[in-house]
């Protein structure tokens, strides 16, 4: 899934011969490329594409992909599909890892008060010895 943000690199900025000049392709290509749904770029109130610095970057990764590693572009789908897939993984575990530090933090306070109330029950006796007190 595409982010929803309006600012950073999802920001919409390059029409499409701009950004087919960035990305070093054919404005054709980016067409393509926007059928097979490796890239999505948003659309002006008049239909314009326009692409982001992710979109751009994206279609950087596309092309070292199929031309520098020889990779066909269902290959480069999956691959994208896999790397969206990751994100969304450490984002799911990054929202684990606060949860278990907030219940780590529930914990440790109700181990402390389980503590204070078993020290508040114990007396020390002077000959010695530990005895529990009568309530």
């Not at 950004?19 to 002006?44: C, D, I, N």
């Not at 890892?97 to 006796?125: C, P, W």
């Amino acid at each position: 899934m595409k982010s929803q943000r309006r600012g950073g690199k999802d920001r919409p900025l390059y029409m499409i011969s701009v950004a087919a000049e960035l990305a070093g392709m054919h404005p054709q290509t980016l067409r393509v490329y926007e059928r097979k749904r490796l890239v999505q770029p948003r659309r002006s109130a008049g239909s314009t594409r326009l692409y982001s610095d992710a979109d751009i970057e994206r279609l950087r990764l596309i092309q070292r992909l199929t031309q520098e590693e020889g990779i066909n572009l269902a290959g480069v789908t999956r691959i994208i599909s896999l790397q969206r897939q990751i994100e969304e993984l450490e984002a799911e575990l990054e929202v684990a890892k606060a949860e278990a530090s907030r219940k780590d933090v529930l914990l440790a306070a109700e181990i402390q008060r389980v503590r204070a109330s078993m020290r508040a029950d114990i007396v020390h006796v002077p000959t010695g010895r530990i005895v529990r007190r009568e309530r």
